[in-house]
């Protein structure tokens, strides 16, 4: 489902399937620090992480992904789906890109972790569609589809939307690559008391024309 999200914004990207969770939503520390260094000695210019926010609760994972971005590489990560009006420290370690999600109407989804200021370091926060969103999934190894909700399948909007930017781009750097689709948006709405999200729901068509 995350794939097919990348492949929605970016048609001719390549995608490198890594699983850190099992089928519950479990996993560990250390599996997500190799699946990153495999992405990076395999040469991916873009990593998703479309994982909850609690396996930031060590250190190895933010050291890999500060090392993924010294080597021109962006990460993405959800923001999480507890529906705090901030973005917890250990929830975005040194992501270039935090992604949130957003209802049909540009209104932050209640579930999405959001902040409404600049914080921790983190590079920009973005917002992509995550609420009733489809794609395909296997029942009983058959293809099929099904509709879900959550930052994970907003995350795998915004790195096809990366990944589109970088085919457009190709002499960008991280931090351009990483700017240049927080920068092409549309101004969201936040669910708590009236104050703004901080950050953008990403936009295509002002990618591709910019």
Same mark, same amino acid.
């Given at each position: ?7 929605? %914004? ?24 190799? =699946? ?12 998703? *992480? &479309? ?14 992904? =500060? ?7 962006? $990460? ?6 507890? #529906?705090?009006? @901030? ?9 270039? *890109?935090?992604?949130?999600? $957003? ?7 209640? @579930? ?13 926060? $973005?917002? %992509? ?5 489809? #794609?395909? !999934? ?14 994970? @399948? ?6 096809? =939307?990366?990944? *589109? ?6 002499? !960008? ?10 920068? %092409?948006?549309?101004?969201?709405? &936040?669910?708590?008391?009236? $104050? ?15």
């Amino acid at each position: 489902m995350v794939a097919a999200m990348v492949l929605n %914004a970016a048609p001719a990207a390549t995608i490198l399937p890594l699983r850190v969770r099992d089928r519950d939503g479990y996993g560990t520390d250390e599996a997500t620090v190799d =699946a990153i260094y495999y992405a990076m000695k395999a040469g991916a210019r873009v990593i998703n *992480l &479309s994982v909850s926010d609690d396996i930031f609760d060590g250190t190895w994972i933010g050291k890999a992904v =500060a090392e993924a971005r010294h080597y021109d590489i962006v $990460v993405v990560a959800s923001a999480g789906n507890d #529906g705090y009006p @901030f973005i917890p420290l250990d929830a975005v370690g040194e992501a270039s *890109l935090v992604v949130g999600a $957003v209802d049909g109407k540009d209104t932050v989804a209640p @579930f999405s972790n959001w902040t409404a200021w600049e914080a921790f370091g983190m590079r920009r926060m $973005v917002f %992509a569609p995550g609420v009733d969103v489809e #794609g395909p !999934l296997l029942v009983d190894g058959a293809p099929s589809r099904c509709t879900w909700s959550g930052t994970s @399948f907003a995350a795998g909007q915004v790195s096809g =939307a990366v990944a *589109l930017a970088l085919e457009l781009n190709p002499g !960008l750097d991280t931090q351009g690559l990483a700017d240049l689709v927080a920068d %092409a948006g549309d101004r969201v709405t &936040s669910t708590m008391r009236g $104050v703004r999200a901080k950050g953008e729901r990403i936009n295509l068509l002002q990618l591709v024309s910019k």
